[in-house]
């Protein structure tokens, strides 16, 4: 056990894509990190995320916790207390997908709904109710903790891999603000909204060619004619978390003007 004096940030599924670029963002900040880890698939990446942390000067360590499983949240909350004996910084980023095309309504039944339900939006509320105690506890007078939740542009114009995705990220969107009442005035909470991010879920869900495509074609309808870096949304949460204090009950579009075209 540590009484840690540097901030510390706890970052769910943050062994890929936007969570890993979070980690590295905040350790290369100084603050230590707890890197979230979904499932035995993803271990090693993980491992690679905390070495990488560590080597900007960090301290670092990775728990495991499907966060549909309230279980896991708590004990992965138990373990960055017994550590550090802090948080300053929550961002729920672990999330899941299938690709659906909206049309197939018969290809989306009851229990896909749940599985992608469970992960998106139970799972933040879940984190977020494990951690509350520890993030009201770390808070001072002077600088609020923070709740930073992963959400989609699929949350805002329901678009996305699946009708599934689309609503969970939708539920994330309101239930920002719900615990941003609920939580204040000790603890922010915020969510972003990305569009497409190369190198993010979607990537893991289809296949190469299937992936090139859906890249290209949201290059092509975006006005900013480009998608974002995992690294680009890390340094929206880093800005959240550090430099936000006035901000909460926020959902931060960050889509290279899609919301514009109305695709």
Aim: proline share 3%; glycine share 6%; net charge neutral.
């Amino acid at each position: 056990m540590t009484d840690s004096t540097s901030p510390v940030c706890m970052i769910t599924g943050a062994a890929t894509g936007i969570g890993a670029a979070t980690a590295l963002r905040f350790a290369r900040a100084g603050w230590s990190v707890a890197i979230g880890n979904f499932d035995a698939s993803t271990r090693a990446f993980a491992a690679d995320v905390e070495m990488q942390c560590r080597a900007s000067g960090a301290d670092a360590l990775v728990f495991d916790a499907d966060v549909s499983r309230d279980a896991d949240c708590r004990r992965a909350v138990d373990k960055v207390a017994t550590r550090w004996r802090r948080i300053d910084a929550l961002v729920n980023c672990a999330g899941t997908t299938r690709v659906i095309p909206h049309h197939a309504l018969d290809a989306l039944d009851a229990a896909e709904f749940e599985r992608v339900y469970r992960v998106n939006a139970i799972g933040v509320f879940q984190m977020t109710s494990a951690a509350a105690p520890l993030l009201r506890e770390t808070a001072t007078e002077e600088c609020s903790t923070s709740v930073i939740n992963v959400s989609s542009l699929a949350g805002l114009n329901g678009t996305g891999s699946s009708i599934a995705y689309a609503a969970s990220k939708g539920a994330v969107n309101t239930m920002t603000l719900s615990l941003a009442r609920s939580l204040a005035p000790h603890v922010r909470v915020n969510a972003i909204a990305p569009g497409m991010v190369d190198d993010g879920l979607l990537r893991r869900s289809l296949d190469a060619d299937a992936y090139a495509s859906v890249l290209s074609r949201m290059k092509t309808n975006a006005p900013l004619k480009r998608v974002s870096t995992p690294a680009e949304m890390a340094e929206l949460v880093w800005f959240l978390a550090a430099h936000a204090h006035a901000m909460t009950g926020q959902v931060i579009a960050a889509e290279n003007g899609l919301l514009l075209t109305g695709v």
